[in-house]
């Protein structure tokens, strides 16, 4: 800020800068001399160890439901009628049909998130069916998807007769049947192999010596 009339402005004041030591103290002969060039960092292990604990998202559980609950605006009188239809029922509410195809809700234990999927037609005065709107519903959130009418608004508000959850059995193949049980052949005897006699030589008597006579 400048300063007011009839004062002086007080000279610039300059830095000192301190001379630098005459004598700087050398580094002690034992250091270890400082490598040029540092080596780089070594990369931090972010592989899954022994102790760690690995914690698995499960997957979010829909329940399904047999009807959708459904609040309706009638913008000229600002009436709002609270009605539900069944899945797959179409319901008249003014010049709109309304059909929920499914309803789904979430288990006590998980956030609270009913949606339904709707489609919503308009009945003109032609007596033409007009589609409007075909998509998600959700309670939690009535302006995200909403019905573009200029008399007539809908929205989801709940679900309503919820339906048992069925779980898939692992289908187990059938154990073939056994097969009848067959007698053992019983092993034929080998047949031993003929023995051929040789034929025996003819026997000779010995000559007798002289003098000897046979009797």
């Known amino acids: 800020m400048p300063p007011?009339?009839?004062a002086v402005a007080a000279p610039p004041q300059r830095a000192r800068v301190s001379p630098p030591p005459a004598n700087p103290s050398p580094p002690p002969a034992n250091a270890p001399p400082q490598p040029a060039n540092p080596p780089p960092p070594q990369p931090v292990d972010t592989s899954p160890q022994p102790d760690d604990t690995v914690v698995t998202e499960m997957p979010s559980q829909k329940i399904?439901?047999?009807r959708a609950v459904f609040s309706g605006l009638d913008k000229i009188t600002g009436r709002i009628i609270s009605f539900d239809a069944g899945i797959g029922e179409t319901v008249q509410f003014g010049a709109l049909q309304v059909?929920?195809?499914?309803c789904y809700t979430r288990?006590?234990?998980e956030a609270t998130n009913t949606d339904a999927f709707v489609e919503v037609d308009e009945v003109t005065l032609q007596g033409e069916i007009k589609r409007i709107f075909s998509g998600w519903m959700f309670a939690s959130s009535p302006?995200?998807?909403a019905v573009e009418?200029?008399?007539?608004d809908v929205w989801l508000t709940d679900c309503a007769s919820p339906r048992p959850m069925?779980?898939?059995q692992p289908e187990v193949p059938p154990a073939p049947a056994p097969s009848p049980a067959r007698a053992p052949t019983p092993a034929k005897p080998r047949q031993a192999a003929p023995v051929r006699q040789q034929p025996q030589p003819p026997i000779t008597p010995a000559p007798l010596?002289?003098?000897q006579q046979q009797h």
């Open 4 to 6: 007011p009339p009839g």
């Open 166 to 168: 069925q779980v898939a």
């Open 209 to 211: 010596p002289p003098g």
């Open 99 to 102: 059909t929920a195809r499914v």
């Open 149 to 152: 009418h200029p008399i007539y």
């Open 143 to 145: 302006g995200l998807h």
């Open 107 to 109: 288990p006590p234990t």
């Open 64 to 66: 399904p439901n047999g």
